[in-house]
C-alpha cells in the first residue's frame, strides 16, 4: 500500500519560490502528481510524472514555472514551483495512481497536504 507525506508548503511573496516534497512510501504505482485546491474552488491537477518512463505533464497554468520531479534513492517526489503568484495559493496534495499517469487518470492514495500562502 502506498503512503504519502507532503513537506514544504509556507508563506511566500509573489515572484518567490518553494519546493514541495512528497515522501512516498510502498510500490506498485504508476503514476505520481501534484493537485492543489484554492478555498472555495474546485481541485485541480498541476503536475504528474510517469514513473515507468518519466514522461511529466503540466497544466496549463503552472507550466514553464513548476517542475515535477523523483529522487528514486530518496523516494520523494518534488515539485519545484517558482514565479509564484497569488493565484497559486492553495492547498497542494501528493497523489499516487495504479493505473495512470495523466492529469486525467485516477488517483487513489492522497496525502495530507500542505499549504502554500503568496501575498502580493
Known amino acids: 500500500q502506498v503512503q504519502l507525506v507532503e513537506s514544504g508548503g509556507g508563506s511566500v511573496q509573489a515572484g518567490g519560490s518553494l519546493r514541495l516534497a512528497c515522501e512516498v512510501s510502498?510500490?506498485?504505482?504508476?503514476?505520481v502528481a501534484w493537485f492543489r485546491q484554492a478555498a472555495g474552488k474546485q481541485r485541480e491537477g498541476v503536475a504528474t510524472l510517469c514513473t515507468r518512463s518519466n514522461n511529466v505533464y503540466y497544466s496549463g497554468p503552472v507550466k514553464g514555472r513548476f517542475t515535477i520531479s523523483q529522487d528514486n534513492a530518496k523516494n520523494t517526489l518534488y515539485l519545484q514551483m517558482n514565479s509564484l503568484t497569488p493565484e497559486d495559493a492553495a492547498m497542494y496534495y501528493c497523489a499516487a495512481s495504479r493505473i495512470g499517469c495523466r492529469l486525467g487518470s485516477s488517483y487513489d492514495t492522497w496525502g495530507q497536504g500542505t499549504q502554500v500562502t503568496v501575498s502580493s
Open positions: 510502498g510500490d506498485n504505482y504508476y503514476g
